[in-house]
């Protein structure tokens, strides 16, 4: 069965820290993406990233990167330099590549919480 | 492009009543999806389209009805209502195997 947990619930810091949320998941097939999404206090979701699971590469978008380990099944993201902005529920997700695109596994969200 | 909409933003219903999500892509995707996200969950999926006329069960089916009319717009119904279908709702339409989302819609049973 696939599974996706986001083990830290809520994170509290202060404007300029760096900070981490952690994705965990599992999953029996070798073929699979990974996405990030970030839900606003305003309630949209907005697709941040999606990493297939041949591409362990990591990546950097600005303040924004992701830590892409299959040894370990994570699939981190971090923050450089927070902001208030950045204050939000950020949502891991796999899916299984080709087969049923309905297949999107959600974790249950970190909040994070960004004071000035 | 709007991207994904949804239609009413927020509804109250009073348990028994009926009712129908309207969600509408302008982006010629061929697969649509219904969530739900209850407080402290991450999105459950209700059912999906993988095209025009075609439908599927996800992981939270009962209760709900939907249809795939038209490639741009699938609707999720709700035949009679119950205080536990009380959730934001979520519809999504993906080309490839990344999803965008509509803005949601904030629907209360009584």
């Known amino acids: 069965a696939q599974k996706v947990t986001q083990a830290q619930t809520e994170i509290s810091v202060v404007e300029k820290e760096d900070v981490t949320l952690d994705c965990v998941y599992e999953t029996r097939d070798t073929t699979y993406y990974l996405f990030w999404y970030k839900q606003p206090p305003s309630g949209e979701l907005v697709f941040l990233i999606r990493r297939n699971s041949f591409d362990e590469q990591n990546e950097i978008s600005g303040r924004y990167s992701w830590n892409f380990q299959k040894s370990t099944s994570s699939f981190n993201f971090t923050i450089t330099a927070s902001q208030v902005v950045d204050s939000a529920v950020y949502f891991c997700a796999l899916t299984q590549a080709g087969g049923s695109q309905g297949n999107l596994i959600f974790g249950k969200g970190t909040k994070l919480s960004v004071k000035p | 492009n709007a991207g994904v909409t949804q239609t009413p933003k927020f509804r109250v219903l009073k348990t028994g009543q009926s009712m129908t999500l309207l969600c509408a892509q302008d982006?010629?995707?061929?697969?649509m999806y219904w969530y739900r996200q209850d407080p402290g969950m991450g999105l459950r999926l209700i059912h999906y389209s993988v095209g025009e006329g075609t439908t599927a069960k996800g992981e939270v089916p009962d209760g709900y009805n939907v249809s795939r009319l038209k490639k741009q717009n699938f609707l999720l119904g709700l035949e009679s209502a119950a205080p536990s279908q009380t959730s934001v709702y979520f519809c999504a339409s993906s080309h490839g195997q990344t999803q965008y989302f509509g803005p949601g819609t904030r629907l209360l049973v009584l």
């Open positions: 982006m010629n995707h061929e697969y």
